[in-house]
């Protein structure tokens, strides 16, 4: 079963706009990832989130951290046509060995 | 630094019949994952190697499917008859080994995927 939902579903912005994609989960974590998938290729990692942490940059990226209400969100600021993708929010559960369980993602598309 | 290579790219099989995946981890990562996505929906984790030893395997249908690490290197993913539902593509992953909590060690980089059709 998938732990993380992602809302929207999808997202379709004009470039130069800010695109926000969120997450829910279910159970405690030890931190929370965000990837990037384009068509057809594997899932590369953005940026990462511990369960301390409720806010983190990464270039035109932005990630903030609720572990009180299990959810988190992912801001591209000034997007790209480049940025269109998929984007998956992954959470490393507490205890246990290093186990990422994906949501569903959200599909971005950025128009010129 | 080599990426994780995956092969092949893509196979079509028909239903009963049989296929095999192989995946080569970047050097020196002790954990290796094997991911279904189904196309639409998020990966799906099927198992986890630690070296040559499986953590999990909650997921994996195991009257079908089988995976083996040979020497905590390489793995194998293999299908065993294939049913229609096993069409997806097959993403194999790896991360360094390190205690639980330390940030670096639960990036995981991921090959490009093996695209499967079950006709």
């Known amino acids: 079963s998938q732990q993380g939902e992602e809302d929207p579903q999808a997202l379709s912005i004009q470039e130069g706009e800010n695109a926000t994609m969120n997450c829910s989960y279910k159970t405690s974590i030890n931190n929370l990832q965000w990837y990037r998938q384009n068509s057809g290729r594997g899932l590369v990692h953005l940026i990462l989130i511990r369960s301390n942490e409720r806010e983190k940059h990464s270039g035109r990226l932005r990630v903030t951290l609720d572990t009180s209400k299990k959810s988190s969100s992912l801001l591209i600021t000034a997007s790209r046509a480049a940025d269109t993708a998929s984007y998956f929010c992954a959470t490393l559960l507490s205890g246990g060995y290093n186990k990422l369980i994906f949501g569903a993602g959200t599909r971005l598309a950025v128009h010129p | 630094e080599a990426g994780v290579a995956q092969s092949p790219r893509y196979k079509i099989i028909e239903k009963r019949q049989s296929v095999a995946f192989w995946c080569n981890p970047i050097?020196?990562?002790?954990?290796l994952y094997w991911y279904q996505q189904i196309l639409g929906q998020g990966p799906k984790l099927l198992i986890q190697f630690q070296n040559n030893g499986v953590v999990d395997d909650s997921q994996l249908p195991k009257d079908r499917f089988s995976a083996e690490r040979l020497k905590g290197v390489d793995s194998t993913l293999k299908i065993q008859p294939a049913k229609l539902e096993d069409s997806a593509v097959y993403l194999c992953?790896?991360?360094?080994?390190?205690?639980?909590?330390?940030?670096?060690?639960?990036?995981?980089?991921f090959g490009a995927g093996s695209r499967l059709t079950v006709l």
């Open positions: 050097s020196g990562h002790a954990t």
């Open positions: 992953a790896s991360s360094p080994m390190r205690a639980t909590g330390y940030a670096g060690a639960n990036v995981l980089t």
